[in-house]
């Protein structure tokens, strides 16, 4: 029940293009919906987040749209480019969890030029 | 502001050796978080502590792993008696507060040989 699934495992755009990024999960407590971008040999990073009291969430070219009755939540990066390129995982957490971050597996997003 | 800082980079051990992971949380914070990546998969929460206090280690492994916060100092999570399967990436997040952003370091690669 504390899973999210994520998918696809690895997605290949071409520059300009649009990526789609999906996450589905079970435990309906989950309250607070975060995304994170890696780069190879870094630590994940922040790239937005999402509570479930609203449908979308838009900062810059990154969008998150949250389905609370589907239980699922994806990530849509308009124009994609290739510093793009990077490893995206889903998250989710619950107040009553004290902030534990569950993940999805990842997506290895490639842009290419 | 430094961001989380993590030490060492890398570490080699041997099987049946210990390791100790230091974590340096960003000025201010109080929380801190240590995550495990395993090769090719997600995040997998381990351990969050506050200053002098576990605070939950639900994700931690029952045997060979602990983890600390002194008043003093940084978090440490010490593996004794590593063995292969312990060869994994382990990150380190801090935040201010509980439910806020946590900031990732960019990790402790750890090889078993």
């Known amino acids: 029940q504390q899973q999210v699934k994520q998918s696809p495992q690895s997605l290949i755009v071409q520059k300009g293009g649009i990526s789609i990024i999906n996450c589905a999960y079970e435990?309906?407590?989950?309250?607070?919906f975060p995304w994170y971008q890696q780069f190879p040999g870094k630590g994940p990073a922040l790239l937005i987040a999402?509570?479930?009291?609203?449908s979308e969430k838009k900062e810059g070219r990154f969008t998150i749209s949250f389905n609370k009755s589907a239980k699922q939540f994806s990530l849509h990066i308009m124009d994609s480019q290739p510093g793009d390129s990077a490893t995206y995982f889903c998250a989710a957490t619950t107040e009553t969890s004290g902030s534990r971050l569950t993940f999805g597996e990842g997506t290895q997003l490639t842009v290419n030029p | 502001n430094a961001g989380v800082m993590q030490n060492p980079r890398h570490l080699v051990r041997r099987r049946g050796q210990e390791a100790r992971l230091r974590c340096s949380p960003m000025k201010g914070h109080s929380h801190v978080y240590w995550y495990r990546q395993l090769p090719e998969e997600g995040l997998k929460f381990m351990v969050y502590l506050q200053k002098e206090n576990i605070i939950d280690e639900s994700g931690m492994p029952k045997e060979r792993f602990s983890a600390e916060f002194p008043k003093e100092g940084p978090s440490i999570l010490r593996i004794q008696q590593v063995v292969r399967g312990d060869s994994a990436a382990y990150f380190c997040?801090?935040?201010?507060?509980?439910?806020?952003?946590?900031?990732f370091g960019p990790g402790t690669r750890l090889t078993v040989l």
């Open positions: 997040a801090s935040s201010p507060q509980p439910l806020s952003e946590q900031f």
């Open positions: 999402i509570r479930p009291d609203v």
């Open positions: 435990n309906t407590a989950f309250d607070y």
